[in-house]
């Protein structure tokens, strides 16, 4: 039995996970092969039995990147996926959409398992409720997750088809509000990201170049694009993480309009929902906060805590990765 995962990780949760669930599966099967997304651009999966997907979510769903990734395979014939996340605390829509899309392309979808993730996104409050996460105890349930993955498919093959679960339902949560203030108003909820070439040491410096996972940036050609625009970004599920990589301030984003914004149409909406939902989570026992309550504070975000650029430094890879 041949596996592999594709994932999407943009500031490090879901990779540790991902490199958790391929741990599992290699003690399960003694193999497993783990690309991210980018890496698995050319990929066939004409030779494998087992797939795993992962991103974190983003406005409830899977990362662009893996979305577009996924439409672009050819139709798999009942070939055995597995999906997975990392999320702070609005988790409710991927499942529900992700293995509807999976089993379209016609994957048969053997489980799904989520986990709480650090929240670095620039205007979540920092520390976050999710701050800490995962922990060993999440990368064990991941390790867990992935040798049941891998002891499940052969099973499923050999028909044991009670093993495959039921799409799982979307069910309606306060949190989801914020996701229709969010679409009402059309834009990225961060305003646009703009470039400033004057600041830029590319090339020396390539690090938005090859840390955006749209590859919107591309600074060999003249003029130099930009963005989802070409000369900004208007990325509408929030990405904003040049800006938080670039060492130099060359990439901006007007962060005082975008919290007038927010104030009157945005996660505030109603009182904060994120807040409520993060209450709801830790009372049904789901959500294990690594610090006191009371360290949350939503007029202190990221951004605050790491005034100086870059905001976030990209971890180096370990050597068994590619
Ligand atoms: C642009 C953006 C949108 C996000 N949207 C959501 C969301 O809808 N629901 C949620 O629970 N977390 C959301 N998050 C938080 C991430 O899912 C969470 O921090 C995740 O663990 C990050 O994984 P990574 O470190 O692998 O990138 C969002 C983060 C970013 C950057
Ligand atoms: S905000 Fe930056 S990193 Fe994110 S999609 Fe846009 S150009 Fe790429
Ligand atoms: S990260 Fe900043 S300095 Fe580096 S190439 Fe991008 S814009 Fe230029």
Redesign the pocket.
């Known amino acids: 039995m041949k596996s592999v995962l594709v994932y999407y990780s943009q500031t490090d949760s879901t990779r540790k996970v991902a490199r958790a669930i391929r741990d599992g599966v290699r003690e399960e099967t003694g193999q497993c092969d783990l690309f991210t997304v980018k890496q698995a651009k050319e990929l066939d999966l004409f030779g494998y039995d087992l797939v795993g997907l992962g991103s974190p979510i983003w406005m409830g769903a899977e990362t662009p990147n893996l979305r577009i990734w996924i439409d672009a395979l050819p139709h798999q014939s009942g070939r055995h996926a597995f999906a997975f996340n990392t999320h702070g605390v609005m988790p409710e829509l991927y499942f529900p959409s992700l293995v509807r899309r999976l089993e379209y392309k016609g994957f048969t979808v053997l489980g799904t398992r989520d986990w709480f993730g650090e929240a670095r996104f620039q205007t979540a409050a920092s520390p976050y409720y999710t701050t800490g996460h995962p922990d060993e105890v999440d990368l064990q349930e991941a390790r867990d997750f992935g040798r049941e993955m891998a002891r499940n498919s052969p099973r499923v093959a050999a028909s044991e088809t009670a093993l495959v679960p039921p799409v799982p339902e979307l069910a309606w949560t306060p949190q989801l509000q914020i996701l229709f203030e969010f679409f009402k108003t059309g834009h990225n909820p961060h305003g646009y990201m703009t470039?400033d070439r004057s600041?830029?040491?590319?090339p020396k410096?390539?690090?938005?170049?090859d840390n955006c996972l749209m590859q919107y940036?591309d600074?060999d050609k003249e003029p130099r694009r930009y963005g989802s625009c070409g000369d900004h970004c208007d990325m509408w599920m929030g990405c904003t993480f040049?800006e938080a990589?670039?060492?130099?301030g060359?990439?901006s984003c007007d962060w005082e309009a975008q919290e007038k914004r927010n104030v009157s149409g945005g996660f505030r909406v109603g009182g904060n929902a994120l807040h409520d939902g993060a209450l709801k989570m830790i009372e049904e026992g789901r959500l294990r906060m690594k610090l006191p309550l009371e360290s949350i504070d939503w007029g202190h975000q990221f951004r605050h805590e790491h005034p100086k650029h870059p905001r976030y430094k990209v971890p180096k890879k370990e050597p068994d990765e590619i």
């Open positions: 470039y600041k830029c040491n590319y410096c390539r690090i938005c170049v940036i600074f040049c990589v670039c060492p130099t060359a990439i």
